[in-house]
């Protein structure tokens, strides 16, 4: 019995070296199916869709800066609500908030409605120093 299960075992072993060994038959390309007989003609390629003028970018750009201040007067209600500190305190951090609101109003009216890219990232430099002013 124990040498059938060895010769077994070598037959398995030989066999699965020789299927390593062997080389094997070349494959056929594959062929792209045939179109069916209803679409003999081949589809457009779809439409490229247009990028947005940059004046609509510029005016995106100014509407995240006026929702991130919106969010940040809330914030600052929020705060002077739960005694975190007195309303005159909260009064000058709402003050300079609608400052930078001006400021990014400003900068949109010289540009057609919109802000630059710099334009944006310098009033985020000002709302994050005003968000750690007003804490979490």
């Keep these: 019995?124990?040498?059938?299960?060895?010769?077994?075992?070598?037959?398995?072993l030989i066999s699965a070296l020789a299927a390593c060994v062997a080389p094997r038959p070349p494959r056929k390309p594959h062929a792209p199916p045939p179109p069916p007989p209803s679409q003999s003609q081949p589809r457009p390629a779809p439409a490229p869709t247009p990028a947005p003028p940059p004046r609509d970018i510029g005016l995106d750009r100014l509407d995240q800066v006026d929702s991130r201040i919106d969010i940040l007067h809330r914030r600052i209600d929020a705060r002077v609500d739960k005694g975190f500190y007195p309303q005159p305190q909260g009064d000058s951090l709402h003050h300079r908030l609608d400052v930078i609101r001006e400021e990014a109003h400003d900068m949109a009216a010289q540009h057609g409605g919109g802000v630059s890219a710099d334009e944006q990232r310098v009033l985020n430099q000002e709302l994050d120093g005003a968000s750690r002013i007003i804490g979490e």
Aim: proline share 8%; hydrophobic share 65%.
């Design 1 to 12: 019995m124990p040498r059938m299960i060895r010769a077994l075992a070598a037959c398995a």
